[in-house]
């Protein structure tokens, strides 16, 4: 049974930077993938991007290309996301979810992490 | 990727079945069948119900069931509950390993 635990809620002024992590326990890394997705207020779901924690291979949706990086670090099975430039649209709850493959489904998730962006 | 396209709500009567349409998808050559669907609850993280169009995960109610013709999915809900009321979100691989969600649909038991 795969379990995500995420880091807490955080608040950043625009402009900022904010780190996401997501600890994997029940299995390990290796040939699966870590997907990021988040939910603005009162909103729907939207696909940030995966990160193969064991390659480092990444893939971004296009909107999130080049405001938004995933990196992994398997010795403490661990993988963050990372945005950048931060405005009030950024405002959302951020979920990492495991897939086994590369054509996959999103088959655990993380408790989501609130960020806040405001002044 | 636009999101793909779902109907905001969809209500039914306990005992009914509701359909939760998803269109949008890619079809013909080189579609894809990876098509999943998502339940979740206010404040909660979603949960897989039906993966690759039909399939369901071990635990899932067999009252759930999926489909898909063309360009559309459906998702399926017999026997509904009370405990059925969620949000549903549809999801599909696109391509060059993207994906994209539905735009979501709120299913209320009346």
């Known amino acids: 049974q795969v379990h995500l635990v995420q880091s807490g809620a955080e608040v950043k002024k625009p402009g900022a930077s904010v780190k996401v992590s997501c600890e994997a326990s029940g299995y390990t890394f290796s040939g699966h993938y870590i997907h990021w997705v988040r939910q603005a207020p009162g909103q729907g779901l939207e696909w940030m991007g995966w990160?193969?924690?064991?390659?480092?291979?990444?893939k971004y949706a296009q909107k999130f290309q080049g405001g938004v990086i995933m990196t992994g670090d398997t010795s403490t099975n661990r993988v963050y996301m990372e945005l950048s430039r931060l405005t009030s649209d950024d405002t959302a709850v951020y979920y990492c979810?495991?897939?086994?493959?590369?054509?996959?489904?999103?088959?655990?998730w993380g408790q989501g992490t609130l960020v806040i962006v405001s002044s | 990727q636009s999101a793909l396209t779902q109907p905001a709500s969809v209500s039914g009567s306990p005992g009914q079945s509701i359909n939760i349409s998803c269109s949008g998808l890619s079809s013909g050559v080189g579609s894809y069948d990876f098509v999943s669907w998502y339940q979740q609850y206010p404040g909660k993280a979603p949960k897989v119900m039906i993966y690759e169009v039909s399939k369901r995960p071990s635990g899932v109610s067999n009252r759930f069931s999926g489909s898909k013709s063309g360009s559309t999915a459906s998702l399926t809900i017999s026997g509904l509950q009370s405990e059925d009321e969620a949000d549903y979100y549809c999801?599909?691989?696109?391509?060059?390993?993207?994906?994209?969600f539905g735009t979501g649909t709120t299913v209320t038991v009346v």
């Open positions: 999801c599909s691989y696109v391509s060059i390993s993207t994906y994209v």
């Open positions: 990160i193969n924690p064991e390659r480092g291979d990444t």
């Open positions: 979810a495991y897939a086994v493959g590369i054509y996959s489904w999103f088959d655990s």
